[in-house]
């Protein structure tokens, strides 16, 4: 593959760090590379009107304004989702969790590196490029619902934690869960987040279901230590 015919977009918020891999680009003769200094920015370039499909994004996870992650889970919600390829400062271990959380918004990861990643790594990363812009499917069931039917269900209250479990690998004993909201519809049943996240954070309903979730954990917890079952609950804010 000639990466060099590849449309890049660097997204990096200390300028030294954007141009040192802006140059490491440049020698390996790409030269369609688009620079954004943070998630915002980032995003008002992938959606440009008439602007060229981004191939692959290079992203740092601290950037103020609008972080790694964020972007990339705001990106996931596009059209067009470019391939990614990780690049901060942070240990192996939150890159690891980082590349984790990127999957898991459907998005296609090319790799991760360290911002003093040498040249080859780089290009080796760039070269697992495939097939850039596949948009991760709901599934075939699913359906839209307006943020009407949505504010319906959360005054309501019929959005429950269900708790996904976390066993201490070394005893396989089980310690704590984490959170996980759904929307468990009277009519369709239980409904995952790709229905009504996106919608809630647009129309400034996201706090409302945040600590109705605490809430609920929060009694379900209490319930788990009535009944003999000490585990920590973790919520995402």
Not at 6 to 16: S, T
Request: charged fraction near 25%; hydrophobic fraction near 45%; include cysteine.
């Amino acid at each position: 593959m000639n990466i060099g015919a590849l449309n890049l977009l660097v997204v990096e918020d200390d300028e030294f760090q954007r141009q040192m891999i802006v140059k490491m680009l440049r020698s390996l003769e790409i030269t369609s590379i688009t620079e954004a200094a943070d998630g915002k920015q980032a995003l008002a370039l992938l959606r440009a009107v008439g602007s060229k499909p981004v191939d692959i994004v290079i992203c740092d996870l601290s950037m103020p304004e609008m972080d790694g992650l964020e972007f990339l889970r705001h990106m996931s919600h596009e059209n067009h989702i470019p391939e990614v390829v990780i690049a901060s400062a942070l240990d192996d271990k939150l890159l690891s969790s980082a590349a984790h959380m990127a999957k898991m918004y459907g998005i296609s990861l090319l790799g991760t590196m360290q911002k003093s990643g040498t040249l080859i790594q780089l290009k080796d990363l760039l070269k697992n490029h495939k097939q850039a812009g596949k948009k991760l499917q709901p599934p075939e069931s699913a359906r839209t619902f307006s943020i009407e039917e949505i504010s319906k269900g959360l005054r309501a209250k019929q959005f429950e934690p269900f708790f996904q479990p976390k066993v201490d690998l070394k005893s396989g004993r089980l310690v704590g869960a984490e959170a996980l909201a759904r929307w468990v519809h009277p009519e369709f049943g239980v409904i995952g987040p790709y229905a009504f996240i996106e919608l809630m954070e647009q129309h400034e309903l996201i706090d409302e279901l945040t600590f109705l979730i605490l809430k609920k954990s929060a009694e379900a917890c209490r319930e788990f230590h009535k009944n003999g079952h000490i585990l920590t609950i973790s919520v995402n804010l």
